[in-house]
């Protein structure tokens, strides 16, 4: 009996190693591998599938902002950012935070009992909106604790359905927890509060000026986020308590408003958008920096007749597709000022222009028909080189420069802080090389408030329509610019994007351009900077 033991003992004691080894065998083998893998990536997709559902279904949450009642939802996103969408009126979009969240606030209707108090003591809308701070604050952090239960229960639920497995479960239940966690996290940590200062608004034109709010007071206090939030709140609030009318925020003293357009090309509809914004943004002056028409016919002449409709000062100068008959139709409107080569003072702005040297209404055939070639670019540049000789003569100190092709600009660099242009029908902010112990110089190339006149619809999209309002401070210095888009012909959307420049006495932070040099022949040379082919060469 004790031998029979012993066998048996010795038996196991033999056959232990063999099935330990075996079971490692069986943890190595490449289906077993492939199965754990197939686990995992599993595990991994029902945990997203779990963060996406959950958040879609609890990630929303009402609260109250100020008199307002409104919705606040999170969705997952890769750039993260902040839309505030205010029905009808529009919505404004800020880049608040990075990803990978993306917050919502819809602005739903007013209470009653506040609305009639809003109406009766116009004064309770200040003080409602003092509140707002700690009202976006508080609903913020409730929707952070409903997303981050609602992602877990989602996804513990999800995972037992797929897996019927505690373990795996919990494992995928405290991934969403960390994950969704982190996300939120990550969005706090990069948290830009002075995003409101600088919207970019969606929706009606109108409303635009009353809910973006006044450049100036944003300029002046860009670093003071709940003021600006109380203000938003305010401006909104008077949209919905007002019935004849939508206010519109008044001019601060001593702010000169110049609305900026270029190439209207014999859009009506441009001038349409201009009266428009010369009515809604309070503007001050008009600046127009070439291509009203498109062959400078003497038939064309008649289309300046709008100028004058618009009773406030309109600075021009000729583009390329202006003739000599189209700058003096445009002279004759009693409001209209035309600059060639010459120096003007108009709400307090001294202003400096020169037209475009060429008249080349028909591309194909004109000289520039190839592109800014050696011989177009000496010309160009020279018209730039009149004008800053002109500037230089100048008794006043000049704060605007006109010019219609930007090619002009390089030698305008540190006689002025602004020059304005067209031409190119594309939108572009930018520096001057800067000349040393000169001033900075930014240079604003406007698109087309035309959308390109009829050639806007010769691509799949139609060209959209663009201008852009400058603010200027009481020294006469850029402090903000507000972008306007709408969309080409047929389309009625409106975007409206504000800017700030925190330092005006340098311009705004953007990059430096290069500028056309002399060249002594149409081969580049080392130290000559060339332009390609311009949509109205």
Not at 98 to 124: C, F, H, K, N, W
Not at 194 to 211: K, T
Not at 259 to 282: A, C, Y
Request: proline content about 7%; hydrophobic content about 35%.
């Amino acid at each position: 009996m004790d031998g029979h033991e012993n066998e048996q003992h010795r038996t196991g004691d033999e056959t232990s190693p063999e099935r330990g080894r075996a079971r490692r065998l069986t943890a190595w083998r490449p289906g077993h591998r492939l199965r754990r893998l197939g686990v995992v990536l599993a595990l991994l997709a029902v945990t997203l599938g779990g963060i996406v559902i959950g958040t879609y279904a609890g990630g929303h949450v009402g609260t109250d902002i100020g008199p307002f009642r409104a919705e606040l939802k999170l969705s997952p996103s890769l750039s993260g950012g902040t839309t505030v969408d205010i029905p009808p009126l529009g919505a404004l979009l800020l880049d608040s935070h990075d990803g990978p969240a993306y917050l919502t606030v819809e602005v739903g209707s007013l209470d009653q009992g506040r609305t009639e108090a809003l109406i009766d003591d116009p004064a309770s809308i200040s003080r409602a909106s003092q509140s707002a701070v700690q009202d976006v604050r508080d609903g913020v952090m409730r929707l952070g604790l409903r997303t981050l239960a609602s992602v877990v229960l989602a996804t513990l639920l999800l995972a037992a359905l797929v897996f019927r497995d505690v373990r795996r479960t919990a494992w995928a239940g405290g991934l969403a927890l960390v994950v969704t966690a982190g996300s939120l996290g990550m969005a706090a940590s990069t948290l830009r509060p002075q995003a409101i200062e600088e919207p970019r608004y969606e929706g009606l034109l109108v409303n635009a000026p009353a809910i973006v709010g006044d450049a100036r007071r944003i300029a002046n206090d860009y670093t003071k986020y709940a003021e600006q939030l109380q203000r938003l709140v305010g401006n909104v609030s008077k949209l919905y308590t007002t019935v004849s009318a939508l206010p519109v925020v008044q001019p601060s003293p001593g702010t000169t408003r110049v609305l900026h357009v270029s190439d209207i090309h014999l859009n009506p509809t441009g001038w349409q958008l201009i009266r428009t914004v010369v009515e809604q943004f309070g503007i001050d002056v008009v600046v127009d920096t070439g291509d009203m028409t498109d062959w400078g016919s003497e038939p064309e002449a008649s289309f300046v007749g709008s100028i004058g409709l618009l009773k406030k000062p309109y600075v021009f100068i000729r583009g390329n597709h202006d003739s000599p008959r189209t700058a003096a139709a445009v002279a004759q409107q009693p409001n209209a000022i035309v600059l060639n080569n010459s120096v003007t003072t108009v709400g307090g702005l001294t202003i400096a222009g020169i037209g475009d040297p060429r008249f080349t209404p028909d591309k194909e055939t004109s000289p520039a028909g190839s592109g800014l070639t050696s011989a177009v670019a000496d010309q160009v540049i020279g018209a730039g080189e009149q004008l800053a000789v002109t500037i230089d003569k100048s008794p006043r100190k000049v704060d605007i420069a006109l010019i219609h092709d930007p090619a002009s600009a390089g030698p305008l660099s540190g006689d002025c802080p602004l020059v304005l242009s067209g031409h190119t029908h594309s939108r572009q902010v930018s520096k001057l090389p800067q000349v040393e112990g000169k001033q900075p110089t930014t240079l604003m190339v406007q698109g087309s408030t035309g959308g390109a006149g009829l050639r806007g619809l010769e691509g799949e999209k139609p060209t959209p329509l663009t201008m852009t309002v400058l603010y200027f401070d009481q020294q006469k210095l850029l402090q903000a610019y507000d972008e306007i888009t709408v969309g080409g012909t047929g389309q009625s959307q409106v975007n409206l994007e504000r800017h700030v420049i925190r330092d005006p006495a340098k311009g705004d932070q953007v990059p430096v351009t290069p500028t056309p040099t002399r060249g002594p022949s149409e081969s580049p040379s080392p130290g000559t900077t060339t332009l390609s082919p311009t949509p109205t060469s």
